[in-house]
């Protein structure tokens, strides 16, 4: 079955500790990967995709297909990365765009 | 351009209701999402539209659902009649088919009594 598991529901960390979304993904095809990120009252927005290979306000995520995974990391947690994160997939180059979603990682960071 | 725009923002209506969700989507893109976001289910895809034709409506909890995309720049998702359990925040997203990115309007707020 085609699927992205986000194994954590809640993740909580103090300020200036590293932070690690783990997210882990069973597919047939080429995948496409991206993090979606959800601020307090604010819209679903692209945090990164792993074809950019871009660190987007600190966080960097890396494709590993020996473990088909795409954990989002960063080295020193802000209060602002407070949010609900999604980890999601697609068909690289897949033009219908069906994109299949995680289940979310709530994210809190701790002063 | 001001994103995808969804009205109303919150609407809090009785069971047996009739409630329509509107979108308009970015200018220029063509493909357009209806997702339902729920403490418990998470994001779930209802249906979705390429160049205003349904491509895939499988999410569609059932017959009391329909969504209509009369043209590029206007959604609709309707619920007749409502119940509790569609209790959710409904997000419409639009995108370039192909592009990678989906963009997110604010979200509609439902709650059913």
């Known amino acids: 079955a085609q699927r992205v598991t986000q194994p954590e529901k809640l993740l909580s960390v103090f300020k200036g500790a590293p932070v690690e979304l783990k997210c882990n993904y069973s597919y047939s095809g080429s995948p496409e990967l991206f993090w979606y990120v959800q601020y307090s009252r604010q819209r679903l927005q692209l945090l990164l995709r792993?074809?950019?290979?871009?660190s987007i306000k600190g966080f960097t995520a890396d494709l590993n297909k020996g473990e088909t995974s795409f954990h989002l990391k960063k080295p020193f947690a802000q209060e602002e990365d407070s949010a609900m994160y999604y980890c999601a997939l697609r068909e690289l180059g897949d033009s219908n765009y069906q994109l299949i979603w995680g289940a979310g990682t709530k994210l809190i960071i701790k002063p | 351009d001001a994103g995808v725009i969804q009205s109303p923002r919150h609407e809090v209506t009785e069971m047996g209701q009739e409630v329509t969700l509107r979108c308009k989507p970015i200018s220029g893109h063509n493909s357009l999402f209806w997702y339902r976001q729920t403490m418990m289910r998470g994001l779930e895809l209802l249906i979705y539209f390429n160049n205003n034709v349904p491509i895939d409506d499988s999410g569609m909890p059932e017959d009391r659902f329909s969504a209509k995309m009369p043209n590029a720049s206007f959604s609709t998702l309707k619920i007749q009649p409502s119940e509790p359990r569609d209790s959710a925040v409904y997000f419409c997203?639009?995108?370039?088919?192909?592009?990678?990115?989906?963009?997110f309007g604010e979200g509609s707020r439902l709650t059913v009594l």
């Open positions: 792993h074809i950019s290979r871009e």
């Open positions: 997203a639009s995108g370039l088919a192909g592009a990678g990115e989906l963009f």
